[in-house]
């Protein structure tokens, strides 16, 4: 199958603003879609994620491939496609771009651990039980399915505490710190 | 529009700052670029990117009325005005404890030798006069890895009441 790479929509083009449909009809032009939508991701730089409206379609598919990163829990690549969330946990703050907004990063909260329902590429139901960085991806790329980006959800840069590791020496036990 | 200037703006703060100043700069064929305004101790500060046709004597006349009304200093400075290239943190380090003096210091030398390129720093003073605490959150470039950054600051003590948290800042691209 050749594959092509497509035009991503670049904010503020207001057609990201919108809510997609379903997708209720599967066939081959479907499945050529995703293939040129996962082509495109890779096309970009560091991207692990692309939701269809990205490049004008607006019907609920996306992909996410978040196993370019090391040391983080994945399922490789993933097409999903009518995603919905049916659980989720946890509240966790991240930094995230977007090809739809270049030049700009912005700190954005995020369900931890989520259950994801959605039907793969063959048109089988699926169940996914995601935490993390991947459950950030699909959650950045559904957004896009509902007209959202994550400058919608941008939480100030100051004051955010995400502490991972501390280095502190005791050197007056006792004291109260 | 070619030429860039950085004007700063320093005062008592009061409710409508931003809002006369932009308007005023707006009439006067000025364009802005990035800003970034705070409360400073009470104080209002901001630095506010200009692009105007005019020179520095043209901005005084547009700027002199409006900053005396409102008692504000101001300064303006000649820049290079490079947007569309933002440099992107990897790493975030927050600082937090007992306020006393040189932990600026000694964080940021420490940073600094371990190969820290500071793109963003904000400092509060919060607590009780009594008590005050001393909260600081840094990004940037860790130019020698992120484990220099964790060596440096392994090898630092700040005593017991002050902690230093480092942490990857992983950019999710979507």
Redesign the interface.
Same mark, same amino acid.
């Given at each position: 199958m050749i594959m092509a790479v497509l035009e991503i929509l670049v904010y503020p083009d207001q057609r990201l603003k919108q809510k997609s449909k379903p997708v209720e009809v599967f066939n081959d032009s479907l499945s050529r879609f995703i293939a040129d939508l996962e082509e495109t991701m890779r096309a970009g730089p560091g991207g692990v994620g692309i939701a269809a409206p990205q490049v004008g379609c607006f019907e609920r598919v996306i992909v996410v491939d978040v196993s370019c990163k090391p040391r983080i829990k994945n399922h490789g690549r993933l097409v999903m496609v009518n995603p919905e969330i049916a659980e989720k946990e946890g509240n966790v703050v991240g930094r995230e771009g977007c090809m739809s907004v270049p030049d700009y990063t912005g700190n954005v909260a995020r369900w931890d651990r989520i259950v994801v329902n959605a039907l793969d590429e063959f048109v089988h139901p699926q169940t996914y039980v995601m935490e993390g960085y991947e459950a950030r991806a699909v959650q950045h790329e559904m957004d896009h399915l509902d007209g959202l980006l994550f400058l919608d959800r941008l939480v100030s840069r100051r004051g955010n505490l995400f502490p991972r590791k501390v280095y502190k020496k005791p050197r007056n036990a006792g004291r109260d710190g | 529009m070619k030429n860039w200037f950085m004007l700063t703006l320093v005062g008592k703060d009061r409710a409508g700052i931003v809002a006369k100043i932009s308007a005023v700069l707006y009439q006067e064929n000025c364009n802005l670029g990035e800003a970034s305004m705070?409360r400073l101790g009470g104080n209002f500060t901001i630095m506010l990117m200009i692009q105007f046709d005019g020179l520095m004597r043209d901005l005084d006349r547009i700027l002199q009325p409006v900053c005396d009304s409102l008692t504000l200093h101001y300064h303006v400075n000649p820049i290079e005005g490079e947007l +569309? $290239? $933002?440099r @992107?943190p990897d790493v975030?380090i =927050?600082v $937090?404890?007992?306020d006393k003096a040189g932990i600026v210091a000694d964080v940021t030398r420490a940073l600094a030798s371990a190969g820290l390129d500071i793109l963003?720093l @904000?400092s /509060?003073v919060a607590g009780t006069s009594e008590n005050p605490l001393y909260?600081m959150?840094i @990004?940037g470039v860790a130019v020698k890895g992120i484990t220099a950054l964790?060596d440096a600051?392994?090898a630092? /003590?700040?005593? =017991? /009441? %002050? &902690? %230093? +948290?480092? =942490? &990857? #800042? /992983? #950019?999710?691209?979507?």
């Open positions: - | 705070t +569309h $290239h $933002h @992107e975030r =927050s $937090h404890g007992a963003n @904000e /509060d909260i959150n @990004e964790n600051l392994q630092l /003590d700040c005593g =017991s /009441d %002050v &902690e %230093v +948290h480092l =942490s &990857e #800042i /992983d #950019i999710l691209r979507g």
